[in-house]
C-alpha cells in the first residue's frame, strides 16, 4: 500500500458514484479530508482473511477480486470494480474479513476510519443514509450469492446421486440387451433340432404345459437360500447327466432359477422319447434365459422411468409455478428418491408415516420439495455411517397439514439450537454447507403462512412443519 497526496479531483471522482447523487459537496469534501488516498499495487493483496476490519474504502479506481481457500483449493467469490464502496459501514456489525482480495489492477482507494462514522452521522444525514443503503444492497447480494451457492450444491449432490442410480439400470439394460443377442442367434438352431424330432402333439402339449405352468407359476426367478439353490442344483445335475445331457452348467442354473425340480424332468421325460430330451432341455433354456433377459430390461428401463417421473415431479418442470392444491405426499416421495443415494451411501433406513387421510394444502410445490430436500438431507448427514435412521411422518392437527422429520443422530446442542434457522448459520465444515438450507425452509413456510420447530435430544431429533389448509399469503 502506497500513500498519495490528495488531487484536487477527488470531489468529481466521487460525484461519479451513483449513491452520492443526493449527497452535497461539503459531505463529499469531508469524506476526502477525514481519508487517507493510498494505492494498491496490481496482484498486491487488498485484504486478507482473518484481518481486523477497520476502515471503509472508498474505492476510486481498479478492481479487485475475492477467493478464499477451502479444502486446499482456491475458489473464487467474486469481482468487484471501481466505483464500490467496500469494508467497514455506518452501524455494519462486520469485525474481520473471511476471505482475501487481490488486486487486478492498481487499485486507488479513500480509506476512512471507523472512528469517523460518529462524526459522520453529525455531519451528513444524507452521507450516512447512502453509505447504510451500500450496507442493505450488500446484504441482499451476499445472502442472494449464498442462496444461489446453497441450491448449486445441493443440485450437484442430486446430479450425482441420480447418475449413479441411472447407471445401474442403463448398465443392467445394455448387458442384458448383449446376452439377449446371443440368445436369439442360437433360439434357430434350437429350434430346428426339436423340429427334426418329430415328436407327437401330446408330447408338445406336456412340454410346453412344463414350460408356461412354471413360468406364470412363478412370475420370473425363484427366491432360495444358497443351502437349498444348491442343494437342488446337485438334484437336477445327476438326474441330466444320468440321461447323457450337457451343458449342465448353465442349463441347471437357469432350470433352478425358474424352480424346477427333478419332479418336473421326470414328467417331461415320460412324455418324450429318450434322444428328445436333451434337445427339448436344450430348448427350454433358451426360452427361460430369453424371458430372464426380457424382465431384467423391463425391470431396468422401468426403474428409468421413475426415476424420470420422479424429477419431473420433484422440480415440476412441465408446469408453471402458481399456487395449487398440492398433496405433500408426492413431494416427500419424489424427494426420497431424488436423495436415495446419499441415504444408501450411509444405509440409512428410512421409515415413511404417511396418513393417506391428510387433505391437500394450497402451495408452490417446488417450494416445498425445497423444504423436504433440506430437512431430510440435513438428517441425512447428522446420521452416522452404520445405525442411521429416519422417519418421516405426517398428520393433520386441528386444521394444519404437519410433517416431521425425525433421525436417531446425536442430537443437536442445546446452546446452538435457537440459532439452527439463523441466515448462514452452520455447524458443517467450509465447502460442505453454506448455512442457507434450514432458512430456505424458515422463509418458505412463513410465505405459506406456516410454522416451523425443532426438538432435540441425543437419538431423538425431530423437526416439524405445519401448513394450514387454506390459502398462502400474496
Known amino acids: 500500500m502506497k500513500k498519495l497526496t490528495k488531487t484536487p479531483d477527488l470531489l468529481r471522482q466521487l460525484r461519479a458514484f451513483d449513491i452520492f447523487k443526493d449527497v452535497d459537496d461539503a459531505a463529499l469534501q469531508w469524506l476526502i479530508d477525514r481519508s487517507e488516498y493510498v494505492m494498491y499495487p496490481k496482484d498486491s493483496k487488498l485484504f486478507s482473511a482473518g484481518d481486523k476490519i477497520n476502515h471503509m474504502d472508498v474505492l476510486l479506481r481498479g478492481e ?3 477467493r478464499r481457500e477451502s479444502n486446499g483449493r482456491t475458489k473464487e467469490l467474486g469481482l468487484w470494480k471501481a466505483p464500490y464502496v467496500m469494508g467497514v459501514l ?18 486507488y482507494t479513500l480509506k476512512l476510519h471507523k472512528n469517523c462514522f460518529v462524526e459522520m452521522v453529525n455531519t451528513s ?9 451500500v450496507m442493505t444492497n450488500r446484504v441482499r447480494d451476499f445472502q442472494q450469492m449464498r442462496l444461489m451457492d446453497e441450491k448449486l450444491m445441493a443440485l450437484g449432490k442430486m446430479s450425482a446421486g441420480l447418475a449413479h442410480e441411472l447407471n445401474n439400470p442403463a448398465s443392467a439394460i445394455v448387458r442384458s440387451s448383449q446376452e439377449l443377442h446371443k440368445q436369439l442367434v442360437q433360439t434357430p438352431e434350437k429350434f430346428k433340432q426339436v423340429m427334426a424330432l418329430r415328436i407327437s402333439s401330446d408330447s408338445v402339449e406336456a412340454v410346453s404345459r412344463a414350460l408356461f405352468d412354471k413360468m406364470s407359476a412363478t412370475g420370473g426367478k425363484t427366491e432360495l437360500s444358497l443351502m437349498e439353490r444348491e442343494e437342488r442344483a446337485d438334484d437336477l445335475t445327476d438326474w441330466l447327466d444320468d440321461r447323457g445331457v450337457g451343458e449342465l452348467d448353465r ?6 432359477d425358474w424352480g424346477f425340480e427333478v419332479d418336473d424332468l421326470e414328467k417331461i421325460a415320460d412324455a418324450v422319447p429318450e434322444e428328445a430330451l436333451e434337445p427339448i432341455v436344450g430348448w427350454m433354456e433358451t426360452n427361460l434365459t430369453t424371458e430372464s433377459l426380457v424382465s431384467e430390461i423391463q425391470t431396468a428401463s422401468g426403474r428409468i422411468a421413475e426415476l424420470v417421473r420422479s424429477i419431473k415431479t420433484y422440480s415440476h418442470m412441465d408446469q408453471e409455478p402458481s399456487l395449487d392444491m398440492v398433496d405433500v405426499h408426492e413431494g416427500i ?11 444408501k451411501k450411509k444405509n440409512v433406513n428410512i421409515v415413511q408415516e404417511l396418513d393417506s387421510e ?14 423436504w430436500t433440506n430437512l431430510i438431507s440435513n438428517a441425512v448427514d447428522a ?22 422429520v425425525e433421525d436417531n443422530g446425536p442430537g ?15 455447524t458443517k465444515a467450509i465447502g460442505e454447507g453454506t448455512g442457507m438450507g434450514l432458512d430456505i425452509v424458515r422463509r418458505v413456510i412463513e410465505h405459506h403462512n406456516g410454522s416451523v420447530n425443532v426438538t432435540s435430544e441425543p437419538g431423538k431429533t425431530v423437526f416439524r412443519v405445519c401448513f394450514p389448509t387454506g390459502k398462502v399469503a400474496a
Open 251 to 256: 442349463i441347471v442354473d437357469t432350470l433352478v
Open 412 to 426: 443437536i446442542p442445546e446452546e446452538i439450537r435457537t440459532r439452527v434457522f439463523e441466515p448462514f448459520f452452520t
Open 358 to 371: 391428510v387433505p391437500k394444502i394450497k402451495a408452490l410445490a417446488g417450494e416445498l420439495n425445497q423444504v
Open 125 to 133: 444525514y444524507e452521507l450516512t443514509q447512502a453509505l447504510v443503503s
Open 333 to 343: 416421495r419424489s424427494t426420497v428418491t431424488m436423495l436415495h443415494h446419499t441415504c
Open 64 to 66: 479487485y477480486v475475492i
Open 90 to 107: 455506518p452501524f455494519s456489525r462486520m469485525t474481520d474479513i473471511q476471505a482475501d482480495g487481490i488486486c487486478l489492477a492498481d487499485v
Open 383 to 404: 446420521l452416522p455411517e452404520r445405525g442411521g435412521q429416519l422417519i418421516i411422518r405426517s398428520f393433520q392437527e386441528r386444521d394444519c397439514v404437519c410433517v416431521e
